[in-house]
C-alpha cells in the first residue's frame, strides 16, 4: 500500500506525493561510497576519512561515540564500501551508523503515535515512501492507571514509580516493534529512526519524567521540546536517534502539532479548522499566514465516558442510530445483542431525538412526544434499546441526565469553536476545511454532528475526519524532513488561547448547551433539516 | 598550592597566570540565578526558562537528555535558585548539569594523563585555579600485557577482548578518582569536567576500539579527535563530559598536542624545541609562525631497557655517575646496594667514560685507559660497580654491546633533532628553549646529555625538563578553555615529518651513532669539555 497515495484518495490533504516533480526528501538517508584505504600519503584516520567524504553533501556532520566505534573495521573490509545512515536533525546532518558494504537496499523507519490508552507504531520503507506495517497495542501504562491523572499521582515525587512508567512505555514500543517485525519480515530494530508524537504527558512519562506540573497550573512542562534523542537511552533497541515532536504547551501536545504537519494546516493558502475531539479538545485555526490554537478540556462524555450506559467504541455499542416516528433503527458493532452506547451513538441519538421533537433545543424531554419517555428512577429517560435487543434482557435507557452531561461537554467543544472565530474575524464560511482527528471523528455522522452543534454548519463535503493524525504527522516528517523546520515555524508563530483566562467563557458556554445551539442563525442546515422532519411526521 | 605559580618556580614556561590582568577563563563554568517560577502568562518549560536565562551569556547552548532528567524539580525548589554547569566544547556551551540553590562555591575539574604504564590524575579546583590532589597507578591493562604490542594484539579482532581492555582503563581511571576522593575530601565524582591526554593506542583501548591498525603500515588512526565523550559512556561516575586531546597522527599523539599546550609551542614568539622521549620519541619544533613535527621509534634503550644491567628508575638503580682518575662516584636510588643502572645514569656514563677517554668517539673501549675495562664473556666491558657495592655481591659490567645499543638509539633521537633542524633551515642558535618531557627528561643530567650528543649544544639555560606535559597541557586547558581553539590550530598547522620516508635516513643516523656526533662543529661546547678533563688528567 503507497500509503501517500492512500491518503490522497481518501480526501485528507496530501502531505507527500511520490512524483517527480517533488521527490520524497526523507529525514533519514543512506548512502554507499568507497573509502579509499589509508596510505602512506594519507594516513587520516577512518573518522576523518568518512566525514571527508561526506563533506560535499553534507556539510560537517556530527558524530556520536556510537558511530564512531562501528568505523573499525567497516571501512577496512569490503574494499572500502560503506554505507552511512544520516538523519537531518535540523541544526546538522548526524550520521548514526556506518555499515560494511551496500546497504542501502534496507532503509526503514518507525512512525508512532504515544496515546495514553494505545500506542500505535508503523514500519516505513523509506526507499519506497510505503507503510510496510502497522500495529497498534493498549500502553502498558494502564498498569498504573487507566486515566492519566492517576499514572501522573502515581509517579509524583516517586523516582522508583517514574521508572516503571517509563520502562512500561518503552515496553509497548518494544513489543510494537516485535510485532512489525513479525508482520513484516523486516527486522524494525534496523530502522534508522523513530519519529514519535504524544501529548505532554506522554513524552514526559517516555522521557521518565514527572508529569506533576502538568497537572498543577499553570501547567508547565517540564521539558516541550526534546527533539532528537538516543533510542537507548530512552530503552529502545535501535540504533538510530528518537525525534520526539515539541509541544507548544502543555494541552497543545507533541500530537496536536504532528496533527498541524498532516492536516498541512500551516502551509495551507486556505484556512483550516483542526480539532482533535478527546478527554481534551484540542483547536487550531489558520493557514500559511496565522495560526491560533486552544484546548480546554472537553471531557469524556464526547466518548461515551459519563453517559450512563455508555461505553467504549467495542463488540455490543450501538455505534449508529436512526429514528423515525418512535422507531428505532440500532447499529450494533459486532452486530450482536447490545450492551451500550459509543460516542458516536450518542451523538446521532441526541440528534434524531432533537430532529424527531422528542427533545427541544434545550435538551429537555418533551414526553408527550413518544411513547419511549417514560419516568425511570425518578427521572425522564428515553429507551433506545428495548429489552429483547440487550444482553441482558433489560432494556437500556439514555436519562434526561446523560443529555445535560454531554450538552455541557458539547458546549465546551463547541464554544472553543465559535470563541475562536470569533477572536480571529472569522466566519465559518471562509473555513475551507473542518479537520476533524480521532477516533471519534472517524466514527461519527457529520449530519448529526452538525445538528447538535457539535460541528459547525459547513458543506459536508469540507468535513474530513483525518483519523490518526498524530500517527500521520510523525510518517509525513518520516517522509519529508523540510517539516522539521515547518515545526519550528509552528512553536513559533501559534498564538494560544487560554480559554480558561476568557472572562464571559462560561455564560457563553451556557449558550452554547442549546441544540444545535442559541445562535441558531448560525445552523441554517439544522433549520431546514428540522423543517423536513416535520413534514416527513405530518 | 598554587600550581600555576608553582610551574613559574619550577622553572618550566608559565601557561595560565592568575592574576588580575588576565584572569582565569576555565573550560566549566558554574552560574547561579533564579528562574522565575511558571505563571498562567509565562508557562514556559522549566528547560526554555533555563536556556532563556543563560542565552544572553552563553548563546544557544547544548543540552542533553540527562540534564533534562535534572530540571525538575530543581527548577521549583530552593525558590526557583538552581546553578547551572556549563561546558565549553569549542562549538558551543553544553549544559552539563543543573542543580537546585547555589553549588558555585564547589566547582572541580579533573584533568587525566593516560600513560601505558603509569596513569596520573588531578583535581584542580576551578575557583582558584589550585591543583588539591594527585594520584598515581599502574594501568591496570598490564594484566594484558606489559607492553603495547602485546595489548594491541590481544584485542585484535575480539571485541570481548577489547571491551576488557576498555574495562580495566575505565577500572584504572575509577580508582584514581576515589584515591582523590580520599586524599582531599572532595568528590572527584561531581567534578564537572575530564580532560584527558594519552598516546593513540590509549585513546583507542579507552574508547574499546581495536588499536591493531595502529600498529600496521600507515598507522591510520581509527579515531584521531573523539573531542567531547560522556563520561558514562566511558563507565566513569561523572556526571560531565570526558575531552580526549586529539592526535595529529598515530605517533603524534593526544599526549604530545598535550605537551604542546603545556609548554606553550605554539603560541611562543620564539622558537622552541618540544621532545618527548621514550619509547617512541616524539620531537616537535616551532612557534606561533609555524610548527613541524615528526616520530620515531626511539627504543627503549634510552630508559635502561635493553642495557644488559638496565632497570627502571626504582630503588637500587644508579642514577647518576661521575668518574675521575678511574674512581666511580655512583648515586643510588634509594642509597643502598645497586643493582642495575637506569636512564639517567647509562647518559651519565657515556658522557664520562667519553670524557675520561675510556671510549672513543665510535664509543669503542680503549682498554689501556682504565684498569676498569676488562674482557668479560668474550667482550670488553667495563666495571661501574665493584662486587662490594652490589645486592649479589657480582660487580656490575657495562659492555661494549651495551655501549652500541645506546648509541643506535640516541643516534635516532638525535637524528630526529637533526634532520627536523635542517628541514626547517634552523640552526641550535635559533632555538629559545629545548624541552625535554617525560621521566627521563626530569633526572637527566644535561651537561652529559649534551656531551654524548643526545641534546642539542645550546646553553644548559634554555634546557628545561618539562616533567609530565601531557598533564600539564590537561591542566592548562582546565584552567584555560581558549587553548581548545589553540589545539585546532596545532592539528590543522603542523607539519608532519615520516622519518621513515627520508631517503638517507640510516646513513644519517649512522653518522649521529658517534660521541658527540660527527658533525663535531654543532658541539663547541662538548669539544671545550674533552679539553679541560685531558688538562685535569695531566
Request: hydrophobic residues 40%; contains cysteine.
Given at each position: 500500500?503507497?500509503?501517500?497515495?492512500?491518503?490522497?484518495?481518501?480526501?485528507?490533504?496530501?502531505?507527500?506525493?511520490?512524483?517527480?516533480?517533488?521527490?520524497?526528501?526523507?529525514?533519514?538517508?543512506?548512502?554507499?561510497?568507497?573509502?579509499?584505504?589509508?596510505?602512506?600519503?594519507?594516513?587520516?584516520?577512518?573518522?576523518?576519512?568518512?566525514?571527508?567524504?561526506?563533506?560535499?553533501?553534507?556539510?560537517?556532520?556530527?558524530?556520536?561515540?556510537?558511530?564512531?566505534?562501528?568505523?573499525?573495521?567497516?571501512?577496512?573490509?569490503?574494499?572500502?564500501?560503506?554505507?552511512?545512515?544520516?538523519?537531518?536533525?535540523?541544526?546538522?546532518?548526524?550520521?548514526?551508523?556506518?555499515?560494511?558494504?551496500?546497504?542501502?537496499?534496507?532503509?526503514?523507519?518507525?512512525?508512532?503515535?504515544?496515546?495514553?490508552?494505545?500506542?500505535?507504531?508503523?514500519?516505513?520503507?523509506?526507499?519506497?515512501?510505503?507503510?510496510?506495517?502497522?500495529?497498534?497495542?493498549?500502553?502498558?501504562?494502564?498498569?498504573?492507571?487507566?486515566?492519566i491523572?492517576?499514572?501522573i499521582?502515581?509517579g509524583k515525587d516517586?523516582?522508583?514509580?517514574?521508572?516503571?512508567?517509563?520502562?512500561?512505555?518503552?515496553?509497548?514500543?518494544?513489543?510494537?516493534?516485535?510485532?512489525?517485525?513479525?508482520?513484516?519480515?523486516?527486522?524494525?530494530?534496523?530502522?534508522?529512526?523513530?519519529?514519535?508524537?504524544?501529548n505532554t504527558t506522554m513524552i514526559h512519562f517516555?522521557m521518565?519524567m514527572d508529569a506533576y506540573p502538568l497537572f498543577l497550573s499553570p501547567y508547565a512542562p517540564v521539558v516541550s521540546a526534546p527533539?532528537?534523542?538516543?533510542?537507548?537511552?530512552?530503552?529502545?533497541?535501535?540504533?538510530?536517534?528518537?525525534?520526539?515532536?515539541p509541544a507548544k504547551a502543555n494541552y497543545m501536545g507533541g500530537?496536536?502539532?504532528?496533527?498541524?504537519?498532516?492536516?498541512?494546516?500551516?502551509?495551507?493558502?486556505?484556512?483550516?479548522?483542526?480539532?482533535?475531539?478527546?478527554?481534551n479538545?484540542?483547536?487550531?485555526?489558520?493557514?500559511?499566514?496565522?495560526?491560533?490554537a486552544?484546548a480546554?478540556?472537553?471531557?469524556?462524555?464526547?466518548?461515551?465516558?459519563?453517559?450512563?450506559?455508555?461505553?467504549?467504541?467495542?463488540?455490543?455499542?450501538?455505534?449508529?442510530?436512526?429514528?423515525?416516528?418512535?422507531?428505532?433503527?440500532?447499529?450494533?458493532?459486532?452486530?450482536?445483542?447490545?450492551?451500550?452506547?459509543?460516542?458516536?451513538?450518542?451523538?446521532?441519538?441526541?440528534?434524531?431525538?432533537?430532529?424527531?421533537?422528542?427533545?427541544?433545543?434545550?435538551?429537555?424531554?418533551?414526553?408527550?412526544?413518544?411513547?419511549?419517555?417514560?419516568?425511570?428512577?425518578?427521572?425522564?429517560?428515553?429507551?433506545?434499546?428495548?429489552?429483547?435487543?440487550?444482553?441482558?434482557?433489560?432494556?437500556?435507557?439514555?436519562?434526561?441526565?446523560?443529555?445535560?452531561?454531554?450538552?455541557?461537554?458539547?458546549?465546551?467543544?463547541?464554544?472553543?469553536?465559535?470563541?475562536?472565530?470569533?477572536?480571529?474575524?472569522?466566519?465559518?464560511?471562509?473555513?475551507?476545511?473542518?479537520?476533524?482527528?480521532?477516533?471519534?471523528?472517524?466514527?461519527?455522522?457529520?449530519?448529526?454532528?452538525?445538528?447538535?452543534?457539535?460541528?459547525?454548519?459547513?458543506?459536508?463535503?469540507?468535513?474530513?475526519?483525518?483519523?490518526?493524525?498524530?500517527?500521520?504527522?510523525?510518517?509525513?516528517?518520516?517522509?519529508?524532513?523540510?517539516?522539521?523546520?515547518?515545526?519550528?515555524?509552528?512553536l513559533?508563530?501559534m498564538?494560544y488561547i487560554q480559554?480558561g483566562a476568557?472572562?464571559?467563557?462560561?455564560?457563553?458556554?451556557?449558550?452554547?448547551?442549546?441544540?444545535?445551539?442559541?445562535?441558531?442563525?448560525?445552523?441554517?442546515?439544522?433549520?431546514?433539516?428540522?423543517?423536513?422532519?416535520?413534514?416527513?411526521?405530518?
Amino acid at each position: 500500500m503507497n500509503r501517500a497515495e492512500c491518503n490522497d484518495e481518501s480526501g485528507v490533504p496530501v502531505r507527500v506525493r511520490l512524483t517527480k516533480e517533488a521527490p520524497m526528501k526523507p529525514l533519514s538517508r543512506k548512502l554507499t561510497f568507497y573509502i579509499p584505504l589509508p596510505t602512506e600519503d594519507d594516513p587520516r584516520s577512518d573518522c576523518e576519512r568518512v566525514l571527508d567524504a561526506l563533506r560535499p553533501g553534507f556539510g560537517d556532520l556530527r558524530i556520536g561515540f556510537s558511530v564512531m566505534r562501528m568505523l573499525y573495521p567497516a571501512c577496512r573490509s569490503q574494499g572500502g564500501q560503506v554505507t552511512a545512515t544520516m538523519i537531518w536533525q535540523g541544526d546538522a546532518w548526524h550520521l548514526t551508523r556506518l555499515e560494511a558494504g551496500d546497504t542501502t537496499a534496507f532503509h526503514y523507519g518507525l512512525a508512532a503515535d504515544l496515546g495514553s490508552t494505545s500506542v500505535t507504531m508503523e514500519l516505513v520503507d523509506l526507499n519506497r515512501g510505503e507503510v510496510v506495517s502497522k500495529a497498534t497495542r493498549y500502553n502498558l501504562q494502564r498498569t498504573f492507571g487507566d486515566d492519566i491523572l492517576t499514572r501522573i499521582f502515581y509517579g509524583k515525587d516517586q523516582p522508583d514509580h517514574l521508572k516503571e512508567l517509563q520502562e512500561a512505555t518503552a515496553e509497548t514500543l518494544r513489543l510494537l516493534m516485535a510485532d512489525l517485525t513479525e508482520q513484516s519480515g523486516v527486522d524494525a530494530g534496523q530502522a534508522a529512526v523513530l519519529v514519535l508524537a504524544g501529548n505532554t504527558t506522554m513524552i514526559h512519562f517516555l522521557m521518565g519524567m514527572d508529569a506533576y506540573p502538568l497537572f498543577l497550573s499553570p501547567y508547565a512542562p517540564v521539558v516541550s521540546a526534546p527533539g532528537f534523542l538516543s533510542a537507548r537511552e530512552l530503552g529502545l533497541p535501535l540504533e538510530g536517534p528518537v525525534y520526539l515532536f515539541p509541544a507548544k504547551a502543555n494541552y497543545m501536545g507533541g500530537d496536536i502539532v504532528s496533527g498541524m504537519i498532516a492536516t498541512g494546516i500551516s502551509r495551507s493558502e486556505k484556512i483550516l479548522l483542526f480539532f482533535d475531539i478527546g478527554t481534551n479538545g484540542e483547536l487550531v485555526a489558520g493557514c500559511k499566514d496565522f495560526l491560533v490554537a486552544g484546548a480546554g478540556a472537553a471531557g469524556p462524555a464526547l466518548e461515551g465516558g459519563v453517559i450512563r450506559t455508555g461505553m467504549a467504541a467495542a463488540k455490543g455499542a450501538v455505534e449508529h442510530v436512526s429514528i423515525r416516528k418512535d422507531k428505532v433503527r440500532l447499529t450494533v458493532i459486532g452486530k450482536g445483542k447490545v450492551k451500550g452506547i459509543c460516542g458516536s451513538g450518542i451523538v446521532d441519538l441526541l440528534a434524531e431525538l432533537f430532529l424527531e421533537g422528542v427533545i427541544d433545543f434545550r435538551g429537555v424531554f418533551c414526553p408527550e412526544k413518544s411513547e419511549r419517555v417514560e419516568k425511570v428512577e425518578g427521572e425522564w429517560a428515553y429507551r433506545y434499546a428495548d429489552a429483547s435487543r440487550t444482553v441482558d434482557g433489560q432494556p437500556l435507557w439514555f436519562y434526561q441526565s446523560d443529555i445535560r452531561q454531554f450538552l455541557d461537554t458539547k458546549a465546551a467543544a463547541s464554544t472553543m469553536v465559535a470563541y475562536m472565530m470569533d477572536a480571529v474575524g472569522m466566519r465559518f464560511a471562509d473555513v475551507d476545511r473542518f479537520c476533524v482527528a480521532g477516533a471519534f471523528g472517524t466514527y461519527i455522522n457529520t449530519r448529526s454532528a452538525v445538528t447538535i452543534g457539535l460541528y459547525p454548519d459547513i458543506p459536508p463535503e469540507k468535513i474530513a475526519s483525518v483519523g490518526n493524525s498524530s500517527l500521520e504527522g510523525c510518517l509525513c516528517l518520516l517522509l519529508e524532513r523540510s517539516h522539521l523546520e515547518e515545526i519550528s515555524g509552528i512553536l513559533e508563530r501559534m498564538q494560544y488561547i487560554q480559554y480558561g483566562a476568557i472572562p464571559n467563557f462560561v455564560e457563553t458556554m451556557q449558550a452554547a448547551a442549546a441544540i444545535p445551539s442559541m445562535a441558531t442563525q448560525a445552523y441554517p442546515s439544522v433549520k431546514k433539516w428540522v423543517a423536513q422532519r416535520q413534514r416527513g411526521r405530518t
